[in-house]
């Protein structure tokens, strides 16, 4: 795959109404809201969630309504089908769909309206459907509350259209939501939502909760089916990447008010307000890596790196479950072998979906959790029989900062207590100014302001604060190497960029490892200097990030790369969809090498001998499923590239 | 329904009928004195009382406890008649089998709390899915509480307030028993009707004390329910209010209900004991007090250990129906 | 434009004291049955410690007074047909049902907390063997157990006594919760941070989870004198209480024994009824008071 494609097919049609840019005047829309607002009482103040909003939808046009929590982006799309409750009342204004208006509906006219008229594909595909209907039921239901009575053979009909247009087969129809997949149940929720083809659908964040294969897939479906029956879409979402996939025409709100309006392409190219740009900036996109990757060695050279490695995984893997009661066992991490150097410190991604175990490699690493298989070894010895001394040594070497930033705190105690405590129990600091002034120092070091943060209590703090902080908690104990889990999963999109900077500055101007565990490998790709990626508990591909994402070599990472949805309306995914599932147990691929990590698929390494990378015996089957696979690929340093 | 959880549920009856008999076992044995010995003494002090019977009586005792064995020897006897049901002879009404006499009562007691249970359940689940859904309706707003506060008071009090009210003041209903004290029972109609005429307040006050405690467990759980995915959905499918209310919102928030219901049995147990007390209605709990009142042991196990039973047997039940109303316990392929 | 957000009322600081006592006194106004229940309780407490002052409680003994007397002057609830003077039999009996319901629970709390405790310390094989036996007891009818065991015990018994015998079985349900909290907060993210800060696991269980337990503890602590009161009164309307003492359960007993409906003794009926559903009613309203106050979701819909 190239780094800047030519544009592709599919985007035709975007192309085609961002040349037409049609004013609201001009043409009459499918949908024209004026001047809606909605207010929200609490028992001290209203707050005007949305402060006289206009804008329309054109028939067959995609609109994409972005914004941060708090934007008033769900309470608009919420208002148009008539849900706001209290305390929310709509003060005013007019959402003319054809012939009717929305908020003038009242009694059953609203019920009436909604499914027939417009449809809304809610978030959370995991727990959208009823769990005690099944699909069919959960089909027909809203079909039949709508007066139009069918025969049992118009019934069956009906659902297998429905499905086949969301590309489900008919048998889905008999089973239960607990029984498919979370991309199945989306496309189940959107079979329902145009059951009886309604001209405006409205997805709220469709694909919040799927990883971003499925999203892809998802959103496909969406868009495939809203071009077949030529209704309008309102997309509503925070991620700017997916807007630039799917959308024609972007709404940017911001406090409840409109920032921009404007075609996809032109919002990118020029965006003329300032948190238009702000939201694009923040997202990272292919082929600008804003930091030199660390220079990259041949394998005989880092032969001479002779230290004690700092940590190493020693054929390290972890099953859970099995025994007499525990059900089937699960491979959550199968063996594999890597050291990690303190003198050069990298950053090393390892990316994977939920279930891939990147989560558990985490927790390995920082000693909370025994490999079934293998030692994790830390300088040279066992994690597993530290001598005390060196447990301690090991504890404030190695740090962690998660990925709930507010499940990392105490609720009990003031924020200063979490950060005090390193200090204290590992004998950094003695007295209360001495402590004061570390902790004053790593706040600053962080960019946070230490008077404002200082003395307060862990939900007083904004999410972003929180996670700043705990970066600066680990900071403050000078470690070699900080595990960060998803560090941005759960801030906002405006401070991911920061706290990802914070996380390069750790490298740079502190000298510390980082293992950053993520599920995004567009944030891989710009800060780290080696990638891994995980599928089901498997490596699948390892390589300095330029090699992994702007040529993946293995099926599964092709198909992650795929799927990312970068934030550029001119790369815009593929038309083709190559299936490569059937493919993705394929055995790994393993790029290029860097001094200071030295990744083995399995095997053990010797590390007394002081050459980390022995010749690989016979490879110790490395995927458990294919036993027959087992051939040497594993040599460092040369692409061992089967799909090239 | 998975067969593993079937075998766990009968390991867990079967443990249950275990301890019970077990502490039945052990509770006499610990004490200071050995109360059955101290009973039929104190029989025997008592004019009036055959000495010849008293001296059967003890021995048929000692056979039946084997005293005079190694204690496990015992204990594995005991469980033995245990899990036959064969609790021996009562002492007061000697040579009556104690299963005969429980078998007598408990028809009153399982008539009583089966249909209470099952009256209070629905009420109560139904009022706490309304309260919870019509949070504008002023009735509801002003009942659920009501019946919550209720729920706090022990079925008895609630009877002694019924009793107080409507047999003692207005003479409505009759004060104690389960039916006319010159009745004879039989098969008719009037003494049907005399039955039931009795059993309203005994009723009553289990039903008055138990949708409180239904209805606050569905009023919080349709909350939670409604803040489900789901719902919103369903509501933006545009589906009848009806529909979206029993099909979506109480069909899923009746089901830890049910699972609440297999817990309660214990308590519901205990407490229309207590009611029969005061009402004197002729079931297992007035019988129980009479033993209580008169020092017999053997009646006294028996009811202890059939009640448990009842209970053990109860959430077997419940158990075993959770699965046909949630797909999601059913067998998985 | 008009601002996003307007202020309708004074704002609750938490910097004054005049914010304090604000913001104390709406969420009271949200939580009507804190307030309520804990007024309830009080003015039983009150009832019992002034009366206890005023009014010797020896009279709470047989013949003391002229049998079965209505109320009139120097028997302001009048008597029993045992010459009771039921003034002092209801403020002793209040006084010794909260005392047996205070001592079996908080040892139920005790005692439990540190089963419940120990088992999700331990974990594995030793906490599946726990909690399967606490499974296993929670089906057994917890009274018809302390009937038995009363029955054996019954000459002699004092309201004491009548505690321990239902502190027994007291120790379940709070066992099973703290070991179900345990475990949420055993693998909450703080104590993954307290472990990375370098504390010892009894110092992450003493400073890191145990003043989050403490607010659960103490609902569990009212939730267990509730259910010891019940197991109390219940085992005494049985005649399985202390013969000696005028607890309010062996009142009800004897309210029965003496057929008292028949009799018209109202001034005898209605005191210990009205003063036990004072008493069931004010616990379960500061239980839920406190349900409302731990469980933010709760707080959110109210």
């Not at chain 1, 607002?37 to 949305?50: E, G, R, W």
């Not at chain 1, 997309?235 to 404007?262: K, N, T, Y």
């Not at chain 1, 490695?309 to 991490?333: I, M």
Request: glycine share 8%; with cysteine.
């Amino acid at each position: 795959m190239e780094a800047t494609p030519p544009m592709e097919a599919g985007t035709i049609d975007a192309r085609t109404i961002d040349a037409k840019t049609p004013t609201p005047a001009t043409t009459k829309p499918l949908l024209a809201v004026r001047d809606l607002s909605i207010d929200f009482y609490t028992a001290t103040k209203v707050v005007h969630a949305v402060r006289g909003v206009s804008f329309d939808v054109a028939a067959g046009e995609r609109v994409g309504l972005v914004g941060e929590s708090g934007s008033g982006k769900t309470t608009t799309a919420l208002a148009l089908m008539r849900m706001i409750k209290p305390p929310g009342i709509v003060t005013g204004g007019l959402a003319q769909l054809g012939d009717i208006d929305l908020l003038a509906l009242h009694g059953r006219q609203i019920r009436e309206a909604r499914l027939r008229h417009v449809s809304y594909v809610p978030q959370g595909a995991m727990n959208a459907l009823n769990p005690v209907l099944r699909i069919g039921e959960q089909i027909l239901d809203g079909v039949a509350d709508h007066g139009v009575r069918l025969t049992r053979a118009e019934q069956k009909t009906l659902v297998a259209t429905v499905l086949e247009s969301v590309g489900l087969p008919q048998a889905i129809a008999l089973r239960y939501p607990h029984q498919l997949s979370g991309g199945m149940k989306q496309r189940a929720c959107i079979a329902i939502a145009i059951a009886l083809n309604p001209s405006l659908i409205i997805a709220d964040e469709p694909t919040s909760a799927l990883d971003v294969i499925t999203q892809r897939q998802v959103m496909k479906t969406l868009t495939s089916v809203q071009e077949r029956m030529g209704c309008g879409l309102i997309l509503i979402g925070h991620d700017m990447g997916l807007m630039a996939q799917v959308a024609d025409r972007m709404i940017v709100m911001q406090d409840g008010l409109i920032a921009e309006d404007a075609p996809v392409r032109r919002l990118f190219r020029q965006p003329a307000h300032s948190y238009s740009r702000m939201l694009i900036d923040s997202v990272p996109s292919l082929g600008e890596r804003r930091q030199p990757a660390a220079a990259a060695v041949a394998a005989d050279e880092t032969g001479a790196a002779a230290e004690t490695p700092l940590l190493a995984f020693d054929a390290v893997g972890k099953t859970f479950g099995g025994g007499l009661l525990g059900g089937p066992p699960k491979v959550a991490l199968a063996p594999c072998s890597f050291l990690l150097e303190s003198a050069a410190p990298r950053i090393v991604a390892v990316v994977g979906q939920s279930g891939s175990g990147k989560t558990t490699m985490a927790r390995m690493i920082l000693g909370f959790e025994t490999p079934t298989t293998g030692s994790v070894r830390y300088r040279g010895r066992d994690l597993a029989h530290l001598p005390p001394d060196a447990a301690r040594q090991f504890r404030r070497e190695v740090q962690a900062v998660f990925q709930d930033p507010y499940g990392s705190f105490n609720p009990f105690y003031k924020v200063d207590r979490t950060l005090a405590q390193p200090l204290v129990s590992f004998g950094l600091a003695r007295g209360r100014k001495a402590i004061y002034a570390r902790m004053e120092e790593a706040c600053a070091a962080v960019g946070l302001k230490a008077g404002e943060i200082l003395g307060r209590f862990p939900h007083e703090l904004s999410g972003g604060q929180r996670q700043r902080l705990m970066v600066a908690r680990a900071l403050l104990l000078k470690p070699r190497l900080i595990v960060a889990d998803e560090p941005v999963s759960m801030v906002d999109a405006s401070l991911r960029m920061s706290i990802l900077a914070n996380m390069q500055d750790l490298r740079t101007k502190h000298g510390i490892s980082v293992v950053y565990i993520t599920h995004d490998l567009a944030t891989a790709y710009h800060v780290a200097d080696y990638v891994l990626v995980l599928h089901e508990g498997h490596l699948v591909e390892a390589g300095p990030p330029e090699e992994v994402i702007e040529h993946p070599a293995h099926p599964y990472t092709r198909s992650l790369v795929g799927a990312i949805p970068w934030p550029d309306p001119d790369r815009r995914w593929s038309e083709l969809d190559p299936d490569l599932r059937a493919s993705w147990s394929a055995p790994p691929v393993i790029r290029g090498a860097i001094t200071g990590f030295h990744l083995r698929a399995a095997g053990k390494l010797d590390i007394r001998a002081g050459n980390p990378y022995p010749q690989p015996e016979n490879s110790p089957v490395f995927r458990g499923r294919n036993k027959n696979c087992s051939r040497r690929h594993a040599k460092t340093g040369r692409s061992t590239n089967a799909y090239d | 329904m998975p067969l593993r959880l079937i075998v766990r549920r009968l390991v867990m009856v079967l443990a249950v009928v275990w301890a019970a008999g077990t502490i039945n076992f052990f509770i006499p044995r610990i004490a200071p004195k050995n109360p059955i010995a101290e009973k039929l003494t104190q029989m025997a002090g008592t004019s009036g009382v055959d000495p010849t019977k008293i001296k059967e009586m003890a021995e048929a005792f000692n056979v039946k406890f084997g005293l005079d064995k190694p204690l496990w020897q015992q204990y594995l006897t005991y469980l033995h008649d245990v899990f036959t049901l064969d609790f021996g002879q009562s002492i007061t009404q000697y040579p009556v089998r104690v299963s005969t006499l429980i078998g007598g009562a408990m028809p009153w007691t399982i008539g009583l709390m089966a249909t209470t249970t099952l009256i209070a359940f629905l009420l109560g689940t139904l009022l706490g899915a309304a309260a919870a859904w019509r949070r504008d309706s002023r009735i509801l707003q002003v009942l659920s509480p009501l019946m919550m506060v209720f729920s706090a008071i022990p079925f008895y009090l609630i009877g002694l307030v019924l009793i107080y009210f409507f047999a003692a003041k207005l003479g409505w209903f009759p004060l104690s028993g389960g039916y006319g004290i010159i009745s004879i029972p039989d098969w008719s109609w009037e003494f049907a009707v005399e039955v039931l005429y009795h059993s309203i307040l005994p009723a009553l006050s289990i039903i008055i004390a138990s949708i409180g405690t239904w209805a606050i467990g569905m009023r919080g759980m349709m909350v939670t329910v409604e803040g489900e995915d789901y719902m919103t959905f369903a509501e933006a499918k545009g589906l009848r209010p009806g529909r979206l209310f029993l099909r979506y919102g109480m069909r899923n928030a009746v089901l830890p209900q049910i699972t609440a219901l297999a817990l309660y049995f214990g308590q519901i147990v205990t407490g229309a004991v207590l009611v029969e007390i005061v009402f004197a209605y002729p079931g297992v709990g007035t019988l129980l007090l009479d033993s209580i009142k008169l020092y017999d042991f053997p009646t006294i196990y028996g009811i202890v250990f059939i009640l448990t039973l009842t209970v053990a047997l109860s959430m077997l039940v419940v158990d075993l129906i959770y699965p046909l109303l949630d797909p999601r316990v059913r067998v998985e392929a | 434009m008009t601002d996003r957000v307007v202020q309708i009322a004074e704002e609750a600081d938490w910097g004054s004291l005049h914010g304090k006592l604000l913001a104390c006194g709406r969420y009271l106004i949200r939580n009507p049955s804190l307030i309520l229940g804990l007024a309830l309780l009080l003015a039983l407490a009150l009832f019992t410690l002034l009366g206890r002052l005023m009014l010797d409680v020896k009279l709470a003994a047989p013949l003391s007074a002229p049998p079965a007397q209505p109320p009139g002057p120097g028997l302001p609830l009048g008597s029993d047909p045992q010459g009771r003077n039921l003034m002092a039999v209801m403020i002793e009996g209040t006084w010794l049902t909260i005392r047996t319901g205070v001592i079996a629970g908080g040892l139920g709390v005790i005692v439990g907390s540190a089963i419940g405790f120990i088992s999700a310390y331990l974990g594995g094989f030793t906490d599946r063997a726990i909690t399967w036996c606490v499974d296993v007891l929670l089906t057994v009818p917890a009274i018809l157990f302390l009937v038995m065991i009363s029955a054996v015990v019954q000459t002699g018994l004092t309201s004491i006594g009548m505690a321990l015998i239902v502190a027994a079985l007291a120790w379940r349900r709070p066992a099973r919760q703290v070991r179900s909290q345990m475990l949420v907060m055993r693998s909450s993210g703080y104590v993954d941070m307290a472990k990375l800060s370098g504390l010892g696991p009894l110092r992450i269980i003493f400073f890191e989870i145990a003043p989050n337990l403490l607010p659960f503890l103490v609902s569990s602590f009212v939730t267990a004198v509730a259910a010891a009161i019940l197991a109390s009164v219940g085992l005494e309307a049985m005649g399985l209480g202390p013969q000696n003492e005028p607890t309010l359960g062996m009142t009800i007993f004897w309210i029965m024994e003496f057929s008292a409906f028949l009799r018209g003794l109202w001034w005898w009926i209605l005191p210990p009824v009205g003063i036990l559903i004072v008493l069931f009613v004010g616990l379960y309203l500061v239980n839920a008071g406190l349900d409302e106050l731990a469980n933010p979701r709760l707080r959110r819909r109210a």
